[in-house]
T-cell receptor, first 114, second 113 residues
């Protein structure tokens, strides 16, 4: 069965520091991979996605993620954190056949310290 | 214009009541979803409809009944509300069943007292 593991339910970084949010997945076939961001009392907004092709994908707000098949990972990074990046981040996989449903990780709350 | 809109945004109700949450998308998408986010922020799919046809029903109690009058709307009706139903419910849509992106609504925070 497919699953998503996000290491670290809370991550704190200083403003200007590197952001690294970890995501590992389990799937019998390579799924589509996503990062969504949820600001307080808001819905989910797509940050970036990997479907096929280049394994390093760039998203909005300076975020990027790299799909590493050998490590079954899709970690999210941003070179320099900004106060406005404070939010909840969700990694998700989507099945590429059958019901095509999304499976979400448990989320990582990013706190940015001044 | 909001792409995926849900009403109401907040809903406080007593145990045993019946309530509905409405969702509308103006993106022309074929597929719509309901997700439940619990108090620990865990998101889990409940239902998915494709062109008004139910395609995913994830072991959700019978008290929950989705209704899709047309492909732009997917409403969620909940009978006999229980304390454990308190959560944030998100509606989402995607262009097609196999589309690579889902668009989410703002969520409905349901509190059962």
């Amino acid at each position: 069965a497919q699953s998503v593991t996000q290491l670290g339910s809370h991550v704190s970084v200083s403003e200007g520091a590197l952001v690294l949010l970890r995501c590992n997945y389990s799937s019998s076939v390579p799924p589509y991979l996503f990062w969504y961001v949820q600001y307080p009392n808001q819905g989910l907004q797509l940050l970036l996605k990997y479907t096929t092709g280049a394994t390093l994908v760039k998203g909005i707000n300076g975020f990027e993620a790299e799909f590493k098949k050998s490590e079954t990972s899709f970690h999210l990074t941003k070179p320099s954190a900004h106060m406005s990046d404070a939010a909840e981040y969700f990694c998700a996989v989507r099945l590429t056949s059958g019901t095509y449903k999304y499976i979400f990780g448990t989320g990582t709350r990013l706190k940015v310290l001044a | 214009d909001t792409a995926v809109s849900q009403t109401p945004k907040y809903l406080v109700t007593q145990m045993g009541n019946d309530k509905s949450i409405k969702c509308e998308q103006n993106l022309g998408h074929d597929t719509m979803y309901w997700y439940k986010q619990d108090s620990k922020k865990f998101l889990k799919i409940m239902f998915s409809y494709n062109n008004k046809e139910l395609i995913i029903n994830e072991t959700v109690p019978n008290r929950f009944s989705p209704k899709s009058p047309d492909k732009a709307h997917l409403n969620l009706h909940i009978n006999s509300l229980e304390l454990g139903d308190s959560a944030v419910y998100f509606c989402a849509s995607s262009q097609a069943q196999g589309a690579t992106e889902a668009f989410f609504g703002q969520g409905t925070r349901l509190t059962v007292v």
